[in-house]
Structure formats: structure tokens, C-alpha cells
């Protein structure tokens, strides 16, 4: 089955301790990114990636990193996390065609994420 | 730059009467427009797209939308509600980049309920 998935689904962590939400995809897509959601505020992205090796920054990227090694993962890292990043993240891919990114993007599960 | 305004946070409709989510957008170049739907405690999924072919779309179970570039809108729509339809919907601007880079723009959502 042709799917975005996130792990872990749930998560509550502390202050400053480091975190990792890997996200895989099985539909050779090129493109991947990673939103945040937010009452009120609808989903803003954090980063997002290109290709392999090709990463860049979003709206949100303060607090966040990401690698992008393989083509399938995209993981998102917060190296000391604080209470507001305390959301839900989406990951998210789509391919490429012609140059340009002229498809639907498809969406993971989500990660609860709660930083106390 | 680009935005999204969803006109209404919330609305209710009973069961079998007319949906009719609003959705306006402002964009300095010809954008793409989505429609993704979230139940609760899911990822989102596509309704449906308007990439500059036909001005009214038809997406999946029953929705459609129409694209008017005079008005700047992008109103979703479903001729009777059902109480599947019970979820959150988002409209998103697409604006392509440089560098094959693209940009999505949520609006903050419209939470649909049904009433029986």
C-alpha cells in the first residue's frame, strides 16, 4: 500500500531532551516536508526537501532540523525541545514530474507531539 | 505573497441539506488550489485540485469546487450533506518557486458538523 508513515504516533517528552519523529515513504516521491498544526493557526511548514541531500528551510524552522540521506526518510529532529513545539506535525510527500511539483501532496498520520 | 482565508471556522448543516465551506485566496502568480479533508484523529486527504484546467472541480465522495478568479475564491461544495462528512477541511494555495521549490499555504480550517 502507497503510504506516508510517521513514528511515533504519540509522544511526551521533557524539556531539552533530544527528540526524532521519522518519517518513511514507499511511493518513490522526491519531494517530502514537514508541517506543524496549530489551533487557529492551520498547518505551517517547517522544512522540506527536494531530493536527497537537498534540504531547505520553511515558515517554522527555528527549534528543527532534518536529513534527508535516503530518498524514502525524512526525519525531523528537535535537538532540545520546549513546550512550544508542543504540536502536531505532519510529514508529507509528493513526486515530481516535469520540474515541477504539479501533484497533490500525500500526508502521514500525524505526531502528537507534548513537551512538558 | 500568497494567503488563505477560510471564511467561517465553523458550520453546521443537518443531514441532507446543501454544504458550502468558503474559501478565499490571494496569490501574486496563477495558483493551484486543493481542498484536503481531516477526520478526527487522522492525516488529511485530497477532496480535490484546480491546477488551471477546468474552473470547476469534482473531487471525491460528492464535493466540488469552483474556481473564480474574479472574486478570488475557491468555495467547496456538496449538494446534501451526509454524516461522514463530519470533519475538518482545509484550502490550500499552491505557489510554484524558483528552483522547483513549491509553497503551500493552509487557510486555519472549517470544522463541518452534521446534524442528524
Known amino acids: 500500500e502507497a503510504q506516508v508513515t510517521q513514528n511515533p504516533r504519540y509522544l511526551i517528552t521533557v524539556t531539552g531532551k533530544k527528540l526524532t519523529v521519522t518519517c518513511s515513504q514507499n511511493?518513490?516521491?522526491?519531494?517530502m516536508s514537514w508541517y506543524r498544526q496549530d489551533p487557529g493557526l492551520g498547518l505551517r511548514q517547517i522544512y522540506y526537501?527536494?531530493?536527497?541531500?537537498?534540504?531547505d528551510k520553511g515558515d517554522v524552522p527555528e527549534g528543527y532540523k532534518v536529513s534527508r540521506k535516503e530518498k524514502r526518510n525524512f526525519p525531523l529532529i528537535l535537538e532540545s525541545p520546549s513546550p512550544n513545539q508542543t504540536s502536531l506535525y505532519f510529514c508529507a510527500s509528493s513526486p515530481r514530474s516535469g520540474g515541477t511539483l504539479n501533484n497533490e501532496q500525500f500526508f502521514g498520520p500525524g505526531t502528537r507531539l507534548t513537551v512538558l | 505573497a500568497q494567503s488563505v482565508t477560510q471564511l467561517d471556522s465553523h458550520v453546521s448543516v443537518s443531514e441532507g441539506t446543501p454544504v458550502l465551506l468558503r474559501c478565499n485566496y490571494s496569490?501574486?502568480?496563477?495558483?493551484?488550489l486543493f481542498w484536503y479533508v481531516q477526520h478526527p484523529n487522522k492525516g488529511l486527504q485530497l477532496l480535490l485540485k484546480?491546477?488551471?484546467?477546468?474552473?470547476l472541480v469534482k473531487g471525491i465522495n460528492g464535493f466540488e469546487a469552483e474556481f473564480k478568479k474574479s472574486e478570488t475564491s475557491f468555495h467547496l461544495t456538496k449538494p446534501s450533506a451526509h454524516m461522514s462528512d463530519a470533519a475538518e477541511y482545509f484550502c490550500?494555495?499552491?505557489?510554484?518557486?524558483?528552483?522547483?521549490?513549491?509553497?503551500?499555504?493552509f487557510g486555519t480550517g472549517t470544522r463541518l458538523t452534521i446534524i442528524p
Open positions: 484546480y491546477t488551471s484546467a477546468a474552473t
Open positions: 490550500v494555495v499552491r505557489e510554484a518557486r524558483n528552483f522547483g521549490n513549491e509553497k503551500l499555504t
Open positions: 526537501s527536494m531530493n536527497v541531500e537537498v534540504t
Open positions: 496569490s501574486s502568480y496563477s495558483p493551484s
Open positions: 511511493m518513490n516521491h522526491e519531494y
